[in-house]
């Protein structure tokens, strides 16, 4: 099986993977939005021209709300961020931004997060977080209580912690690739972390684990297939279940990257980051389930037996 | 054999049944919805506001003052008094909810407002910030230092603040209100009656004050400060400030629709604009029947006849899904229909799984009844496993989410339970029922596949 036979090249691409994404999340840091740090997004379209931007910036600092951004979006509209407002600050911003009246627009969307809401969502997300992983390891644990008589069988058989152990690095390696193509985007295209951000986080830790569990479950087949013979080849036997298992592994993680990639084409705006992070997350899942995984298992039992 | 037959004939007419419901309750494609059955018009579906535009808000309920063991009384009685509020002004469907303060929330009480249609923000916060905070507050006793502030002229103002403290007794514990006038002055003044609990605190206030004053607050400004001449045990208190009869009119209008049991204060605002939302739903709509077409697609070209079964299941989910959205009903968001597009996915790759287990036992020579058996027991396992870890994430997301979160941790969660039934039993039963057609060329055609061997 080629997978095994290059498992180092194979090993060696989700190490630089990685790599770069905490490369990248190191020199362009986090862009955390306005849901954890509070502020005030206010999306406005203008009914017929939109004004000129440094002309409006202008006007708009003379308000002395701090620091103003203002983003144009669409052919007539402008998205302005600033700190939190209140009611009549609220309508001083809309005053300004029609030029008194001047300018007829619609405001499509305001959204005002004062500074305790953000940091109890911050709270809530990091307990999230930890809650999940905590729950992901104990399932993985509970997945692979079984093989442990494997390892009866002498130097052969790879411990069941260990199987969790690279179930869990291959987590890992699923979250950190997806989030550093956020930061990138986000360094490139102004998305910024909101909930919608930690949720796909989450989701991919749930929609990714399953996929290793399967593959390993396969291998643990085809080991108790094998309990009779004398002398097993650990490598040929993991060769051999990917073979199995590797294009169904595929054609299931297929279907939910296709619609996937259908929200991100088509669906709502607000949703678009969040299914492409998804998507991220599903491939370098069923990639690293298949090209990461089983290398690492073949790997840690290569060094068992030099020992 | 027949018993199996009937079988697959009453899930297709049920599921026909599921569809059908879904369809006539969807005022946007029937014409003549006007006309149709109450049950159907009674279940559409819920837009949260992020698809219907709207405004949402959140309020801190400051707590402070209510004694420990009351505050979540008080929180449900504030959300009382708001929601009675938001229906005199004819919002169709508000929400109101209250977040208790916890470890998670930082210990703040809050308040969520859902307004859907309301777009005008400042309308939205005049309609919940005119009801009043009524409240009484007895003379501070003499030793407690005054604030007195000494302005450039040398002249000296008392505190009023400083000189009160506040009681339990707040307009919370108001039966009505009443407007009378004054038989000698024909001055307007209001009556108040308490509740029970009222009239046992107005009676302990008045019974511990003789002769003091009592102040009584409207939004936390003094309006009448008498003095107690006796004790009040009949519950029945009267403000006479300086009205005009308006004034005094309006003042019995706000008491009476309920004064705000807690002081709130506004933490944050989020409107979206109805284009936002059409365009949100449009959207939303599109991607699932794209998504739906294209994984319809994927599973024929693949799997053949298992394929058109496993499409025919989806069709099957999906209908479910959708009226579980309606009868429970679900308040669909964006997330929300992104978690629901994920599952149809998800729904799908169990049957990926089994079938896939299908082919590898047709391969070792087994007959497709046995394959079909084997496959599904074979890889039940790996399907298990895989909805458990989705699950653990929805349920977790769930409890402690947001209304954003919850609506993609429920979407998504429901997906993950209802696709255990479509794909698995509804699948089987249906294929099952297939396999008696024979065990010829085409047949063992059917069940093969186009790309891998």
């Known amino acids: ?307 | 054999m027949w018993k199996k037959f009937v079988l697959t004939l009453v899930i297709l007419i049920l599921g026909s049944g599921i569809a059908f419901f879904v369809y006539k309750s969807e005022p946007r494609l029937n014409k003549n919805f006007a006309i149709a059955g109450s049950f159907f018009k009674n279940h559409p579906f819920r837009l949260g506001l992020d698809l219907s535009g709207g405004t949402h808000l959140v309020y801190k309920a400051d707590v402070s003052a209510v004694p420990a063991g009351q505050v979540s009384d008080s929180m449900n009685a504030l959300r009382d008094v708001i929601e009675r509020r938001i229906n005199i002004f004819g919002v169709s469907e508000p929400v109101v909810q209250v977040q208790n303060g916890g470890l998670i929330s930082g210990g703040e009480e809050q308040l969520i407002v859902d307004l859907p249609g309301v777009t005008d923000v400042k309308q939205a916060i005049d309609m919940i910030g005119q009801t009043p905070l009524l409240e009484f507050k007895t003379e501070a006793s003499k030793d407690t230092p005054q604030n007195v502030t000494v302005d450039k002229d040398g002249k000296a103002t008392l505190d009023l603040g400083s000189q009160f403290v506040a009681t339990e007794l707040t307009g919370r514990y108001l039966e009505r209100a009443t407007l009378e006038f004054d038989t000698n002055t024909r001055e307007p003044k209001v009556s108040l009656q308490f509740d029970d609990v009222g009239t046992k605190l107005f009676a302990e206030i008045t019974k511990n004050n003789v002769g003091k004053m009592v102040a009584i607050y409207l939004d936390g400004a003094p309006i009448s400060t008498p003095v107690v001449r006796e004790e009040i045990p009949n519950g029945q208190a009267v403000i006479s400030g300086s009205f005009t009869p308006n004034e005094a009119k309006q003042l019995v209008g706000r008491l009476n629709s309920g004064a705000l049991p807690v002081p709130i204060s506004l933490l944050s605002t989020q409107t979206i604009g109805a284009i936002l939302g059409d365009n949100a739903v449009n959207a939303g709509v599109k991607a699932t029947i794209i998504g739906f077409l294209l994984v319809a697609v994927f599973l024929i070209l693949l799997y053949r006849l298992p394929g058109l079964v496993a499409t025919i299941s989806l069709c099957i989910f999906i209908s479910i899904i959708l009226a579980l959205f309606k009868l429970m009903p679900v308040t669909l968001t964006a997330a929300g229909i992104a978690g629901f597009i994920i599952s149809i996915g998800i729904a799908v790759d169990a049957n990926v799984l089994i079938f896939e287990r299908v082919k590898e036992e047709l391969r070792f020579g087994r007959s497709i009844a046995d394959a079909v058996s084997a496959g599904f027991s074979r890889a039940w396992f790996s399907i298990r496993d895989s909805n458990i870890s989705n699950f653990i994430t929805a349920l977790i997301l769930f409890w402690f989410g947001t209304s954003l979160i919850k609506g993609f941790a429920l979407t998504l969660g429901m997906g993950v339970i209802v696709s255990m039934f479509s794909a698995i039993t509804v699948t089987r039963i249906f294929l099952s029922t297939l396999v008696f057609v024979g065990e010829g060329k085409v047949t063992r055609f059917l069940f093969g596949s186009g790309i891998t061997k």
């Not at chain 1, 986090?30 to 004004?51: H, M, Q």
């Not at chain 1, 052969?156 to 997806?178: C, E, F, M, R």
């Not at chain 1, 919608?196 to 087949?221: C, K, N, P, Q, Y």
Request: net charge neutral; glycine share 8%; hydrophobic share 50%.
């Open chain 1, 1 to 307: 099986m080629f997978i095994v036979k290059y498992k180092k090249i194979f090993i060696g691409i989700s190490i630089t993977l990685v790599v770069l994404s905490l490369l990248s999340l190191f020199i362009f840091g986090l862009n955390i939005g306005i849901d954890f740090k509070g502020g005030a997004l206010t999306e406005v379209v203008y009914k017929a021209e939109r004004p000129e931007q440094d002309v409006l910036e202008k006007s708009l600092t003379a308000l002395e709300f701090g620091s103003i951004l203002l983003q144009p979006t669409g052919e007539k509209g402008y998205i302005i961020k600033t700190r939190d407002l209140n009611d009549s600050e609220h309508a001083l911003l809309l005053e300004t931004l029609s030029g008194d009246k001047k300018d007829a627009l619609t405001e499509m969307s305001f959204n005002s997060i004062g500074p305790s809401v953000g940091l109890e969502l911050t709270r809530k997300a990091i307990l999230a977080v930890i809650l999940i992983s905590l729950a992901i390891i104990c399932f993985i644990a509970f997945a692979f209580r079984k093989v442990s008589h494997l390892s009866a069988m002498g130097h052969h058989g790879v411990a069941s912690w260990k199987y969790g152990i690279i179930a869990i690095i291959t987590l890992l390696h699923d979250v950190v690739i997806p989030v550093g193509l956020f930061v990138m985007l986000s360094h490139y295209y102004g998305a910024e972390i909101d909930s919608l951000f930690v949720v796909a986080v989450l989701t991919i830790l749930g929609l990714s684990v399953s996929d290793t569990i399967v593959i390993f479950d396969r291998i643990r087949e085809n080991l108790r297939n094998q309990a009779g013979v004398s002398k097993i080849n650990f490598s040929e036997i993991v060769g051999k279940s990917l073979e199995q298992s590797f294009i169904r592994s595929i054609c299931t993680s297929l279907t939910v990257i296709i619609v996937l990639l259908v929200l991100f084409f088509f669906g709502p705006v607000s949703t678009r980051y969040f299914a492409l992070m998804l998507t991220a997350g599903m491939f370098f899942g069923t990639y690293s389930s298949i090209f990461l995984a089983s290398p690492l298992l073949v790997l840690t039992e290569e060094w068992q037996t030099r020992k």
